[in-house]
């Protein structure tokens, strides 16, 4: 398995941004994002394929959440824009080498960052 380091998570207003880096320790098929918010079980974001072609969101981000990677630098972003109060949570990177197919099985991701904070407030 990979290691994985999350960063930047952060404050933010209601209808502002934040870009989440997910950078991995080697090379990774699909990558994923989820978020688990105070009291709630972990759930799906955003996953995306090695190439970057294929994406699959969650339906509460979709038109404002974008995943992306960078293979060369092995690293994965989820670009957050107009964030709301609902997507406090902490942000977790996930990463497979099981599946190059974007998923929302938690099963099928071995490798697991430790965790960033996201913080809307209204």
């Known amino acids: 398995q990979v290691q994985l380091i999350e960063s930047g998570g952060g404050l933010v207003q209601a209808g502002e941004s934040l870009r989440l880096s997910c950078a991995a320790s080697?090379?990774?098929?699909?990558m994923g994002w989820f978020r688990q918010a105070l009291g709630k079980e972990r759930e799906f974001v955003a996953s995306l394929s090695w190439s970057g072609g294929s994406t699959y969101y969650t339906d509460s981000v979709k038109g404002r959440f974008t995943i992306s990677r960078d293979n060369a630098k092995n690293t994965a972003y989820l670009q957050m824009n107009s964030l709301k109060p609902e997507d406090t949570a902490v942000y977790y990177c996930?990463?497979?080498?099981?599946?190059?197919?974007?998923?929302?099985?938690?099963?099928?991701?071995?490798?697991w960052g430790q965790g960033t904070q996201v913080t809307v407030s209204s």
């Open positions: 080697g090379r990774t098929f699909t």
């Open positions: 996930a990463a497979s080498l099981l599946t190059n197919t974007p998923t929302n099985d938690e099963r099928l991701f071995g490798s």
